[in-house]
């Protein structure tokens, strides 16, 4: 068996390959079963579909028009969200998802003589971009609470990046904790990775007026049911936008395709549906939080669509399988040992958190 | 005015940049003009709408299925495409655009210790990948004739990259000449970029599975009429497009959207629309190289959805500011001299061939 998969392996490398493929070890994104029927509570997606105003807008947008190229600039996209959020068209930049835009600020604003710092504990793609870019970086383990600190971030440095709420954690940061450490760190870009913001964490999009060091990006993936379309933003000063675009067309001028561009206009008009649908989720977080606790369970205060638990006596394997089993399929990450006890479980509806209890519930 | 823009410039940098931004000059793709009453003969784009199959199953997968991500292998469409061709799905790479697997093969394949060639007149984006990923490079002029001679190509290299036919000259090279450069090179990669090549020019794709160095790379913005979608491919060897996937898995595992998915499944499968409209446009190229000649035009030989001309008096930058005036936009490059008074126009229908030449006929 392993003698095959050393051949399978064999076959699969070329001479031609350039050092930094051989150097990479890629990002593992969570299970896409192709098991309908399975219950997916494992890569937080939203559990409503997007807005009807979204589909009719592309629906209507499938024309012949496809043959000709979307608008490389995405400008009315960019104007769209800037005007959602108060700000000017100079201060957005959108992407084929968040996870390109990310890529971009890696190998425009977080390769520095310095090494970059993050958490420990974290999105696990940041290290993957270092690698792609060469770039040093610094993990900052999370303190015993499992929580960003931001006094241990008091150094000299090449960059920072963390995700509020952080993943796979969901713990939030305060809108006044970022600033003090804005405050303190003006010489390098300080990145706060919002895919997750939209379900009870305060944003710091209103702070990129004020420090001209920080990037937020922001996502349509989770919070506007859109993940199936790809369209990821950034908001950050004119001159780090402009260091964004430069990236983006010396690699692929049209990243975002024009029925992605149709989608989000659409998603980032209708906030009525955000709304709703957002509500519905956090309440359903709520009740599982109170379930999960009765039930032994230990969950870290989530600002997320996701919750991260712990049996106080149970294997998190164990649980994971039995609910794999089941039909319902949550992430465990097996590494590092401190959170290898640990399930993250994306919230569903009201109905799904049901189902998902009556499976943890002792019988 | 110069004060001015100088102000605006330093407004838009920033003391964040990388030094890899600093350094770039990124990609101008040709003009996208907001009045849709000129006719855009300037980016290559299909001059019919895609096909009513793909316009069909685009909105047949508007659903609540958009919240989920798309499949990140994108199996079915890799399939659909190697059916085709008779090849397997290891053989085949997706990507956002052929754009985007470009920088892969770049980043991943064409960075060496030796440096790579291409065409000096070539597509305008080698050179920007250069920039980004820094690879060195040197430029093989073409020969009298404006061709390719891979004659020049037989020196130690890090990679040889070029388009068939070539963009923005048109001309196309014979399979037997692609093999014969690959008998004699065979240290590093050869990359066939066929963007335009289902307009005339023999495809390198069945040569995949015997040359092991051998990329191809082919786009669905021209030939399938889906600019708008942003969906390319390339063919290889498993071991480069293992290469191809590491790179893709460590910048965005995502990067073809579930309708551009859908897209390109039926593009590929309507081969009726596919042949008709292919048909359709050499005609009018063959006709309207016809009507250049006879208006003292020297047109290079089209393998392409386009030609590149010029006339034997006239200037090539008034032409083509009587052709703007007019409501024509072709593109002209004014650089290098070689080419500054040639014109490439796109090829649309024979409706709009005529229209054309209309403008262009002496009065």
Redesign the interface.
Known sequence: MLHQQNIGLQ????R??????KK??????GE?PKNSLLL?LN?N??????SPK??EA??SS???????????ESNELRGSIANYYGLTKSNVFVG??S??IL?FIF??????DLPIFFPDITYSFYP??C??YDIKYKTIPLDAELKINFSDYKKDNGGIIFPNPNAPTGTPKSLDEIEELLKINKD??VVVDEAYVDFGTESSVNLVTRY??LVVTQSM?KSR??????VGFAFA????I??L???????????V????QA?GIAAINDKGYFTKTRKNIIEARTFLEKELLEMNFETLPSGANFVFTRHRIKNGNEIFKKLRDSGILVRHFNKPERISQYLRITIGTMKQMKQLISILKPQ
């Open positions: 076959r699969k490398m070329s031609y390959w350039g050092d930094i493929v990479l070890t890629p990002y593992e994104p896409q997916k890569t997606e939203n559990p409503y579909g997007p979204v589909m592309i629906k499938v024309q012949e028009s496809l043959r000709l190229y979307p608008d490389p084929n998802g996870d390109e890529a190998q425009g604003l977080l390769k520095k993957v971009y690698g792609l390098s870009v001209k060091n993936s049911s859109l993940a199936g379309m790809r000063d004119q001159g780090l402009e260091a675009s430069r990236i983006k067309n010396s690699f692929n001028s049209y990243p395709d024009r029925l992605a989608a």
